[in-house]
């Protein structure tokens, strides 16, 4: 991307199974790579966080549109997207709701967004849409 680098941040966050420890641990690493991103690049950090952010706007770090209702994990994700002065982008996207979630209970009980793209507030308008096709062309979940 000109003029700045942009550093992409990719992330698999450790199921709900897992220890608060195990997802402490996970952030502190992010942290530390983000820590060497300089103030005027361009910073993306995206994947699958495990978490569900709602459906309401939460301040400068989501959009209105999310999907779902927000679950233990959120608030470790809010607090490193203000630390970190990130946007949620994929849920600033006014969509259908199949367009929205990410993931899917086995047996297609209920339907998640639990991926997310974040990028800094700064540069929050270089991401022009989101959208998300469900069903996966590998034998996956």
Not at 1 to 25: A, G, L, N
Not at 96 to 120: A, C, E, H, L
């Amino acid at each position: 991307m000109k003029p700045k680098d942009t550093i992409v941040v990719q992330v698999y966050m450790p199921t709900s199974y897992s220890s608060d420890e195990e997802i402490e641990e996970v952030y502190g690493i992010i942290d530390k790579i983000i820590e060497n991103v300089k103030g005027e690049e361009n910073l993306v950090v995206m994947g699958d966080w495990n978490a569900v952010v709602g459906e309401e706007k939460v301040n400068n770090v989501t959009g209105a549109f999310g999907l779902g209702r927000p679950n233990e994990r959120v608030e470790c994700l809010f607090e490193f997207c203000t630390e970190h002065n990130l946007i949620i982008k994929n849920t600033c996207f006014d969509h259908n709701r199949r367009r929205r979630y990410t993931w899917k209970m086995p047996g297609d009980i209920s339907r998640y967004q639990i991926d997310y793209i974040m990028v800094k507030n700064r540069f929050k308008n270089q991401v022009k849409e989101s959208i998300s096709y469900p069903g996966a062309d590998i034998d996956s979940d």
